[in-house]
């Protein structure tokens, strides 16, 4: 697919690996839909893209809300005429060990950290995914790509039973929809980030942030850049669909 004049849309652009993609994939000349909770990050994403050259369109929205997103992505095609790229990426952490004992008292993962993570992480990818994929159908664009923004911690990462299961969820998901979604000419795939540099792990302390980046073989966290450059490969390349790229810096 190439990039110039298609229309993309980003959840979780208000910030942080969302806003990243949205400027470079607005770089290689695609108009941005951003979608995100909050509407003054939103507004400095925009004015990000627009800064890159290209025109950006801001939708306020809860991914894990049926109703937002299906008048999300009609208000989308409502304002661009069509839609070609989704990049699901809106996510949040309700981090917790599944069983903790300590001093006779066991605690546990509640229902509601899990569900809200379920909820945002992967049910909000599938309502994304399945709203952006009838579009593309009934407008009948020439080519499609819905991208997923799964994790490392698909593979299994300690305190978080919630949110590995739904970054696994979301790459399967890729899979399943290429095979779904091939007849027409929607591709799919997802990219599995590492460690990167985000305002979450700015915050840290910096002893933190230095055992987590002794943690990765190139000694280095990675940037939003590097995610959006594995984004735009998958967006461009029209031979590649239902797979995850591993974007970590080599930490798995």
Request: charged share 25%; proline share 2%; with cysteine.
């Amino acid at each position: 697919m190439q990039l110039k004049n298609r229309v993309v849309a980003i959840t979780g652009a208000g910030r942080g690996l969302g806003r990243g993609m949205a400027v470079e994939i607005a770089r290689k000349g695609a108009k941005i839909a951003a979608i995100d909770m909050n509407a003054d990050d939103l507004a400095e994403t925009a004015r990000l893209v627009k800064e890159a050259g290209s025109e950006c369109q801001t939708f306020v929205a809860n991914v894990a809300k049926e109703e937002d997103v299906v008048k999300t992505f009609e208000a989308i095609v409502a304002g661009f005429g069509a839609i070609h790229g989704l990049i699901n990426n809106a996510g949040i952490t309700r981090d917790g060990l599944l069983v903790k004992a300590k001093d006779g008292e066991v605690s546990t993962m509640s229902l509601a950290q899990w569900q809200a993570v379920i909820d945002v992480n992967l049910t909000g990818v599938f309502l994304c995914g399945r709203e952006a994929a009838k579009h593309m159908i009934t407008g009948k664009v020439d080519e499609g790509c819905i991208i997923n923004i799964s994790s490392v911690a698909r593979y299994g990462s300690f305190g978080q039973s919630n949110y590995s299961a739904a970054k696994a969820g979301v790459a399967v998901l890729a899979e399943v929809w290429a095979k779904e979604l091939a007849r027409y000419n929607i591709r799919t795939g997802a990219v599995a980030p590492g460690t990167i540099n985000t305002d979450m792990l700015a915050a840290m302390k910096p002893e933190a942030r230095e055992k987590l980046v002794q943690g990765v073989p190139l000694k280095r966290l990675g940037e939003p850049v590097n995610i959006a450059q594995t984004a735009i490969f998958i967006l461009e390349n029209d031979y590649f669909t239902g797979r995850c790229i591993d974007t970590d810096g080599g930490l798995r």
